[in-house]
């Protein structure tokens, strides 16, 4: 139970400073932000969900798979990613009521940096100890 409380913490820190350093990159405006965040935290929550569907099925040994077993792993894998992009096709149209392109682009942009950020961390983190 303590374990599950110190996880929740820590992702309620990161999710914290995810907010604060792409609000910061893409120079939002305290009116857009209200506006931006709940749809961005709307669009993460059927990001994981559709991702989480897509890994909960596929724990077993890769090569325990048959060929066709293999194929169908495959074959799905291309359905999410093609629901994914559709999702974040939506999105954008969405964000684009609030944001400008520009902004659009650094926020793309934004993810990918506080992403490397975090494995950086992380990285470093597992070689101190």
């Avoid at 596929?58 to 495959?74: G, M, P």
């Amino acid at each position: 139970m303590a374990q599950d409380s110190r996880t929740q913490e820590r992702q309620e820190s990161v999710e914290a400073a995810k907010t604060a350093f792409l609000t910061d990159k893409m120079g939002l405006s305290s009116e857009q932000s209200q506006k931006f965040w709940p749809l961005y935290n709307e669009y993460e929550a059927k990001r994981r969900t559709l991702i989480r569907g897509y890994r909960s099925g596929y724990r077993q040994d890769v090569d325990a798979l048959s060929d066709q077993e293999a194929k169908s792993r495959i074959d799905h894998m291309f359905i999410t990613k093609d629901k994914e992009l559709e999702l974040e096709k939506d999105y954008a149209g969405r964000y684009l009521k609030v944001i400008s392109y520009k902004q659009l682009i650094k926020l793309y942009r934004g993810e990918r940096e506080f992403t490397k950020m975090l494995l950086k961390r992380l990285d470093d983190k597992r070689a101190n100890n």
